[in-house]
C-alpha cells in the first residue's frame, strides 16, 4: 500500500465514523478507558519492578537471596557467609552487602529537636559497585574501618538540604547518629536513596576474620560480570553454599534476581506476571465490547460491502480497508488513553507516599510503546471479527434486502455468543472484583473501637552488649546476651515509670506489637481432653504491664497477668475472643492448657494456662476467621514498643520521650514515633489503594460493558424501526411487538447472566481463601451485577421500540 493509498484509506475511515457519531463516540470511550487504565497499571508495574535499576550498568545489579522453599523467603546471611560468596565466587564484578535500621539523628545546631531516620549499614565497596558518584565529599573506602579510625557517613541529598540547610561545609564536621559521632565524608547526588529509601550510609566491617566485624544477618546484592546470567550466577553460588547446608535447610536454594524485582519472592513473581496478562485480558475484554459496537454498526453496510466485491473489490482489501477504520480509532483512543493513564497514576502517587528510589511512573519510550501496542491489539480485536463477517454475506442475500436497510441487527451465532459471552463477563468477573475491592476496603486492625489518636507509639532500641564483652567471652556469648536482656527488659519498666510521672500521660505500656504492627505467627498444640493435644497456628503478640488497659480493652472473662507472672518462664496466657470462639465455641477457655511449639515441631514449651479472653485488637485484620492470637508476658529484649496514652497531642511528648530514652541508655535509639491512629491507617494504606485500583477497574469495566451493550442492543432495535412500523400498522398489537421486541434480547441477557452467576460463585469460592473478610459482600454482589445488566438490557430495548411505536404506521407505509 502506497502513502497516498494510506490516507485515502484513512480519510475514507474518519468519513465512515462520521456517519454514527454515537457509535463511535461509545467506542472511543471504550478502547480510551481501557488502554489508559491498563497503561496506568503497566507504567506502576513496569517502573517498580521491571525497569532496571537507573546507574550504569543496572541491568547487571541483581540480589542474591537464600530462598527456603518451605516458605521463607529473602533468608538473610550471616557475614561468614557473606565473606565465603564474595571472595569465591567468579560471576560477579563484585559482591556488597547491608543491613538497614532506623537511628535516631541529632540536632544539627544542638537546639533543633532530634529526628528518625532510615540508615544503612553497608560495606564499603557498595558505592564503587553501584557506581554513582557523590555530589560533595567522598565515599567509604576499606581504610575508614581500619582499628581506631573515626566513624564515617554518608548524607542522602534530601536529609542534607532539609537537616542542615544544603551547607557545603558539613563535610568533614561530626554529627551524632544513635548516640554516637560520626564524621560526615560525603553527600550524595538527589534522589539518590539505595537501596530502598535511605537517608544515612554508614560503612561496617562485614568480614568476620578482623575486628568489629558485625553480628547482623546481611542481604546481598552485586553486579553480574558481562556475559554471565543469573542462572550461570545461582549455579555457581548453589556449589559454594553446599557445604554449609545442614539436614535442616535442604530445600534451600540461591535465587540471583534482578535488583528491583529482588524483594518479590517466586510466588509473587509470579503473581506479578499475573497481573499484567490479567491486564490484557481486561482490554481484550473491552475490545470485544466494541468489536459488538462494529457488529451492530456494520449490519447497514452488507449490501454495500457485497456491491462492491460484485464489482470486482477483492475481500482482502474490504477487511484491510476495515481494519483501517479500527486502527484510526484505536490510534485517537490512544491519544485520549495515555491521558487517562496520567490521570491515573497522579492519582496514584498523591495515595502512596514511600516509593523505592528508582521508581519511576512517567510516560517512559517503555509506557508509551506499551500503550501503542495495546491500541493495536484493541484494534484488531474489535475490527477482525466485524470485517470478516460482513464480507462473508453471500452477493443474493444482500441484494434481496432490495433498497431498504436491513430489518435490524440478526445476530449470528458468533454475534449471539459474543454477547452473552460479554453479559457472562460482566456479572461474573467483575462482580468477584467488587467482591476483592470490598474486602480490601474493609481492611481494619479491630472489631473494637480503639483511643488511635490518644496514644503514642514508639520504636525502641537499646543497642547490643558492648563489642569488648563479646569478643572477650568467648564460648560464653549467650550468657553475655542474656545479661543484656535482662538490662534491657530493666531499662524498658525505668522508661515506663519515668514517663508515666509526665503531665498528662494517663498511661505507658511496652509490647512487641501494637495494631499496625506486623504480626507474628507461632505453632500451639492445644489440651483437648479425651481428645488428646490438637495443633494448630495462631498470632501471638507479647505484652508488658497495663497493655490492655492503655489500648482501653477490657477483660471480657478472666483476668489480666498477675505481677509475679510477668518474671521468668512464662505460665499463663491471654487469648482473644476469635481465639476463643474458634477453639473453645461451647465451652469457657478460662483454665485450659495451651503450649508453644518451634518451627521445626521438635521443641515443646511448658503448658501455658489460660488466665483471660480479651476483645479482638487486630493480631490480624481483615478476616474475623483468622483473627484468632494470643498474648504472651513481654519477654527480656533489647527492642520493645512503647505506648503512651495520654491527654495531650501524643506528639508532644515526642522530644520529653528522647530525653529520657537518653538518660536511661546512651546508646539507645528511638526508632520511630506515630500516633496509633497514623500507625494502622498507614498499614491498611497499600489495602485500601489495592481496593480502590480494583474498584476502579472493576466499575469501569462493568461502565464500558453496559455501556457497549445499551448501545448495541438499542442500535439493533432501531435498526427494525421499520419492520416495527409495517407490523403496527398491519394490526399487532403493540404489547405483542414489545414481547418479540424483548424476547430474544432479554433470552440473550438471561443466558448470559446465568453463565455469570455460575462464574461468580466459582470465582468466589476460589477467593474466599484470601485472607480478608469478604462474605459481607459475597454472592450479593454477583446477583446485584446481574440485575443491573438486565435493567440495562431491558432498558436499551424499550427505549428505542416505544419510538418506534409512536411512528406515525401511513408515514410508516408511505417510506
Known sequence: MTIADARLQIRFALRMMRKTPGLTAVATLCLAVGIGLVTAAFSVVYGAFLAPLPVPGGDRMVMVHEYDRTGSFNVPMTAAQFTNRRHRSTSFDGLGAWFSRNVTLAGADGRTAASVVRAAYVSPNTFDLVGISPLLGRVPAESDLAPGSTPVTVLAHGLWRARFGSDAAIVGRDIEIGGQPYRVIGVMPDRFAFPVREQIWIPVQMDPSLAGATEERLTVFGRLRTGISSRQAMAELEVLAGPERTRTDVRATTLVMPFTRGYMSPEEEWALYAFVAGLMAFLIITAANVANLFLARNSGRQREMSLRSALGADRGRLVLEMLVESLVLGVGAALVGLGVARAVVVRFLSMIEDVPWWADFGLSPMVVGFAVFSALLASVVAGVAPAIRLTRTPLIQALGQGGYPSTGVRFSRVGAGLLVLQVAVSVGFLSVLGVLAQ?????????????????????????????????????????????????????????????????????????????????????????????????????????????????????????????????????????????????????????????????????????????????????????????????????????????????????????????????????????????????????????????????????????????????????????????????????????????????????????????????????????????????????????????????????????????????????????
Open 439 to 815: 474486602g480490601l476496603l474493609s481492611f481494619g486492625f479491630q472489631t473494637v473501637r480503639l483511643p488511635g489518636t490518644e496514644i503514642l507509639v514508639a520504636q525502641v532500641y537499646l543497642g547490643r552488649p558492648p563489642a569488648a564483652e563479646l569478643s572477650q567471652a568467648g564460648s560464653s556469648r549467650q550468657q553475655v546476651w542474656e545479661r543484656h536482656f535482662a538490662r534491657s527488659l530493666q531499662q524498658f519498666e525505668s522508661i515506663r515509670d519515668q514517663l508515666r510521672r509526665e503531665a498528662g500521660v494517663r498511661d505507658v505500656t511496652f509490647s512487641s506489637h501494637f495494631p499496625g504492627n506486623d504480626r507474628e505467627t507461632v505453632r500451639i498444640e492445644i489440651e483437648r481432653g479425651r481428645d488428646g493435644v490438637a495443633e494448630f497456628t495462631t498470632r501471638v503478640a507479647q505484652v508488658g504491664p497495663a497493655f490492655f488497659e492503655t489500648l482501653g480493652a477490657s477483660m471480657l472473662r478472666g483476668r489480666d497477668f498477675a505481677a509475679g507472672e510477668r518474671t521468668g518462664v512464662p505460665r499463663t496466657v491471654v487469648v482473644n475472643e476469635p481465639f476463643a470462639r474458634k477453639y473453645f465455641p461451647h465451652e469457657s477457655p478460662i483454665g485450659r492448657a495451651l503450649r508453644v511449639v518451634d518451627d521445626q515441631g521438635s521443641t515443646r514449651g511448658p503448658w501455658l494456662e489460660i488466665v483471660g479472653v480479651v476483645p479482638d485488637l487486630g493480631l490480624s485484620p481483615g478476616d474475623p476467621s483468622r483473627a484468632d492470637g494470643i498474648y504472651l508476658p513481654f519477654q527480656p529484649s533489647s527492642f520493645a514498643r512503647l505506648g503512651i496514652r495520654a491527654n495531650v497531642e501524643p506528639l508532644h511528648l515526642v522530644p520529653r520521650l528522647h530525653e529520657i530514652v537518653r538518660q536511661t541508655n546512651p546508646a539507645a535509639q528511638v526508632q520511630s514515633t506515630e500516633s496509633l491512629a497514623t500507625l494502622m491507617r498507614t498499614a491498611a494504606r497499600v489495602f485500601h489503594g489495592l481496593g480502590l485500583g480494583l474498584l476502579v477497574i472493576g466499575g469501569s469495566s462493568l461502565l464500558l460493558s453496559a455501556v457497549s451493550f445499551y448501545a448495541l442492543v438499542s442500535f439493533g432495535v432501531t435498526r427494525r424501526r421499520r419492520e416495527l412500523g409495517i407490523r403496527l400498522a398491519l394490526g399487532a398489537p403493540p404489547a405483542h411487538i414489545l414481547r418479540a421486541v424483548l424476547g430474544r434480547e432479554l433470552a440473550i441477557i438471561l443466558t448470559g447472566g446465568v453463565a455469570g452467576l455460575a462464574i461468580g460463585f466459582g470465582l468466589y469460592r476460589l477467593v474466599a481463601q484470601v485472607p480478608f473478610d469478604l462474605r459481607p459482600a459475597g454472592p450479593s454482589l454477583t446477583a446485584a451485577f446481574f440485575g443491573l445488566m438486565l435493567l440495562v438490557g431491558a432498558g436499551a430495548c424499550w427505549a428505542p421500540a416505544r419510538s418506534a411505536l409512536a411512528v406515525d404506521p401511513i408515514e410508516t407505509m408511505r417510506e
